[in-house]
C-alpha cells in the first residue's frame, strides 16, 4: 500500500511540474508583433486639393442655326484656325425657309437706285430728302440682306480654332442645340467642381496648378468662382485660366487642377499611414508598456503624407505606422532598435 502511495504521490508531482513547464512554454510561444512607429509631433500642414476637368480656349462660342435648311458646303475642318467673319458651315440659301435670294434682290434694286439718285443729288437735280430717302432705303435693304446671308452663312464670330462641327454635308441643321464650337486658345480654361466646405478658398485671382500629360506645372489662377451650388450634384464650379504659349495645350484635353486651400502652422499631427478606419471612424494604434492599443482620433486637413490632430492624441505619443494589419486591440509589439527612442512611457 505504501509503495502504490508513493507511486501515486510521485505521478502528481510529475503532472504538476509538467504543467508549470507547459505554462511557461505557453507564456514563451507567445509572439510579438513587429511594428515600425512614429511620434504625434507638432509640425507645418499645406493642404492641397485636387480637381480634375476638361480644357477649353478661354473665349468659346457655339453657333446656332436659325433655319432649319440642308448644308450644302463645310469650307473648313475641325482643328482649323479662322477668323471672325470666316464662313463655318454654308446653307442652302434657295430653300423653302432662306429668305436670301429674295433678300438680294431687293437690296440690289435699293443700291442701284441709290447710286442713280447720288449721281443726280451730285448735280443738283434732285432734293436731299429724295437723296436721303434712297440711301435710308438702300441701308435698310442692306442690313436685310445681311440678316438673310447670316443666317446661310454660319460664321464664326471670333479669331479661334474650330474645336467641333456638330453636321454633316447633305444634313438639315437641327434648331436649339450648337452646330459647330470656335475657341480662343491663346488663353485656356479648366472648369472645376467644388464642394461647400472648400468653396470659401476659391477667391478670385488665387494661384492654383494645372497639369496634362506630365508632371510639369502650369502655372494658373481662378478668375471664376460660382456662388450657388448646382441643384443636382450640390456642387460649384470654379474656373482656371492659364497661358497657351505656342497653343500647345487643346480643347477637350484631360487636366487637373492643385489648388491650396489651408496652411496651418505649428499644428499637432502624424503619418497618414498610422490611420486606419472603422465604420468610418478613424482610429490608430498607440504604444503603451511594449503594446498596442487602439485609439479613436478626430482628423483635420492633410497634405498627403500627414493629417492634423484635433483630438485623440496627445504630443510624444506613439503610433504605428507599419505592421497595423496584424495588430489587435492590446496585442504585444516588437519595436525595432532604431524605432525604440520614439517610444516613452
Do not use: H, W
Request: net charge negative.
Amino acid at each position: 500500500m505504501s509503495q502504490l502511495k508513493f507511486l501515486t504521490a510521485g505521478l502528481f508531482v510529475v503532472a504538476m511540474l509538467a504543467g508549470c513547464g507547459g505554462k511557461d512554454q505557453q507564456v514563451e510561444s507567445v509572439q510579438r508583433i513587429a511594428v515600425e512607429v512614429a511620434q504625434a509631433k507638432y509640425d507645418d500642414l499645406t493642404a492641397v486639393k485636387t480637381f480634375s476637368g476638361t480644357l477649353e480656349g478661354a473665349e468659346q462660342s457655339k453657333i446656332y442655326a436659325a433655319i432649319p435648311e440642308r448644308v450644302v458646303a463645310l469650307p473648313v475642318s475641325e482643328g482649323a484656325y479662322v477668323q471672325a467673319g470666316e464662313p463655318i458651315i454654308l446653307l442652302d440659301k434657295s430653300g423653302a425657309s432662306s429668305q436670301y435670294n429674295q433678300a438680294l434682290a431687293v437690296y440690289q434694286n435699293a443700291r442701284d437706285n441709290f447710286e442713280k439718285m447720288q449721281r443726280l443729288y451730285d448735280q443738283n437735280a434732285i432734293s436731299e430728302v429724295a437723296y436721303k430717302s434712297a440711301k435710308t432705303a438702300c441701308e435698310v435693304a442692306e442690313a436685310n440682306f445681311n440678316g438673310a446671308r447670316a443666317t446661310v452663312e454660319l460664321s464664326s464670330p471670333i479669331n479661334g480654332i474650330v474645336t467641333d462641327i456638330a453636321v454633316n454635308l447633305g444634313e438639315q441643321v437641327p434648331l436649339g442645340v450648337p452646330v459647330a464650337t470656335i475657341a480662343n486658345t491663346n488663353k485656356m480654361r479648366l472648369t472645376i467642381y467644388v464642394a461647400l466646405e472648400d468653396i470659401d478658398k476659391m477667391t478670385i485671382g488665387k494661384q492654383a496648378q494645372v497639369f496634362v500629360n506630365s508632371q510639369t506645372p502650369i502655372p494658373a489662377r481662378i478668375v471664376e468662382s460660382s456662388r450657388s451650388a448646382d441643384p443636382q450634384t450640390r456642387l460649384f464650379r470654379v474656373e482656371l485660366e492659364m497661358a497657351n504659349s505656342g497653343r500647345v495645350l487643346k480643347p477637350g484635353m484631360y487636366a487637373r487642377g492643385k489648388i491650396e486651400i489651408a496652411n496651418l502652422k505649428n499644428v499637432l499631427a502624424i503619418q497618414n499611414p498610422a490611420i486606419f478606419s472603422e465604420e468610418g471612424i478613424d482610429k490608430v494604434y498607440i504604444i503603451r508598456n511594449d503594446s498596442a492599443f487602439v485609439r479613436t482620433v478626430i482628423l483635420g486637413i492633410t497634405d498627403g503624407m500627414s493629417s492634423q490632430v484635433l483630438s485623440g492624441l496627445a504630443a510624444g505619443e506613439v503610433v504605428v505606422v507599419v505592421g497595423k494589419s496584424g495588430l489587435r486591440d492590446g496585442m504585444p509589439v516588437l519595436i525595432p532598435a532604431e524605432d525604440s527612442t520614439d517610444v516613452s512611457g
